[in-house]
């Protein structure tokens, strides 16, 4: 029995290792990086999901940081082929140089 709790404590450890132990300073700090990089400003939104991409393990968090945006885009009333374009331009742009 001892095996499974110290199991369960690894998966529980696992999972909590995500977004929300990300310091919170790093979302704006990613905003004036890409301003001043890019040219571009993200809102806070956005950024938090680049932020998602870049200090996450995995490349299923891009995909999800891709359509996340790709959502709050068409939310804002681009159409989905532009919206999906500029989410993957965005983190490509921002992924390709974090991981220089």
């Known amino acids: ?4 709790m110290n199991i369960n404590r690894i998966i529980e450890r696992t999972r ?3 977004l929300k132990d990300i ?3 790093l979302v704006p700090v990613w905003q ?4 001043e990089r890019f040219g571009i400003t993200v809102d806070r939104e956005i950024a938090e ?3 998602l991409a870049v200090h996450e393990n995995g490349t299923w968090k891009r995909q999800r940081a891709v359509r996340k945006i790709e959502k709050l ?4 009333g681009n159409d989905m082929p532009e ?3 500029m989410a993957n331009h965005i983190l490509e742009m921002v992924l390709g140089t974090a991981q220089r």
């Open 73 to 76: 885009l068409v939310d804002r």
């Open 23 to 25: 310091p919170a300073v």
């Open 32 to 35: 004036i990086k890409i301003r």
């Open 1 to 4: 029995m001892s095996d499974r």
């Open 49 to 51: 999901y680049i932020v």
């Open 83 to 85: 919206a999906r374009k």
């Open 16 to 18: 909590s290792d995500s």
